[in-house]
């Protein structure tokens, strides 16, 4: 079975870091691109970040450029989001999700308050 | 930034009936490569987002062939023949052509 299993999300004041972790499994992993995706609540998803099968490239949406880091581990099957100088506007449930979107996990909930 | 529009943003439905969503992109979705990276997607209340269709009007594994897209260049639209009690939920179109990828307001399918 084809499967996203996000971790790491939690509780954390504004200016701190979180990493999140996603297992993949099912698929062949290194023949992806693969996607943080996050929604804020009552809000649609944004695509945050990408990165190519092999690691060599990475793009971010501008509102996390210099804060976030994609990287992955092929030799696992995992994908991280290394979150640093976190804010109020990044709380959001946070998707790994692969290629163009055909399959997503569950998600897992950052909240970012004092 | 591509600005993706949808329209309605609420949708009222008697169940049986049709139902259509319309999806307008700010720049072109067609790549370099030819194709355009337009994909549905449906997300029910509590759930993550689930593809619908990909590039336009294919169709992803295990969806009924009740959906179905169609369009091109800025233009798109979603089409449900008969609306079941299972698609209720959230709409979104997203475009994967350029970076960053967006979605759309979304479109709140709901019986009428």
């Known amino acids: 079975e084809v499967q996203l299993v996000e971790s790491g999300g939690g509780l954390v004041q504004p200016g701190g870091s979180l990493r999140l972790s996603c297992a993949a499994s099912g698929f062949t992993f290194t023949r992806y691109w693969m996607n943080w995706v996050r929604q804020a609540p009552g809000k649609g998803p944004e695509w945050v970040a990408n990165?190519?099968?092999?690691?060599?490239?990475?793009y971010y949406v501008d509102s996390v450029k210099g804060r976030f880091t994609i990287s992955r581990d092929n030799a696992k099957n995992s994908l991280y989001l290394q979150m640093n100088s976190l804010r109020a506007d990044d709380t959001a449930v946070y998707y790994c999700?692969?290629?163009?979107?055909?399959?997503w996990g569950q998600g897992t909930l950052v909240t970012v308050s004092s | 930034d591509v600005v993706m529009t949808q329209s309605p943003l609420s949708l009222p439905v008697t169940l049986g009936q049709p139902a259509s969503i319309s999806c307008r992109s700010s720049?072109?979705?067609?790549?370099?490569?030819?194709?355009?990276?337009l994909h549905w997607f449906q997300q029910r209340p509590g759930q993550s987002p689930r593809r619908l269709i990909y590039k336009v009007s294919d169709r992803d594994s295990g969806v009924p062939d009740r959906f179905s897209g169609s369009g091109s260049g800025t233009d798109f639209t979603l089409k449900i023949s008969r609306v079941e009690a299972e698609d209720l939920g959230v709409y979104y179109c997203?475009?994967?052509?350029?970076?960053?990828?967006?979605f759309g307001q979304g479109t709140k399918l709901e019986i009428k």
């Open positions: 997203m475009q994967g052509t350029h970076w960053p990828k967006t």
């Open positions: 999700a692969r290629g163009e979107g055909a399959v």
């Open positions: 720049q072109s979705l067609v790549y370099s490569d030819g194709n355009t990276y």
């Open positions: 990165i190519k099968e092999d690691g060599s490239d990475k």
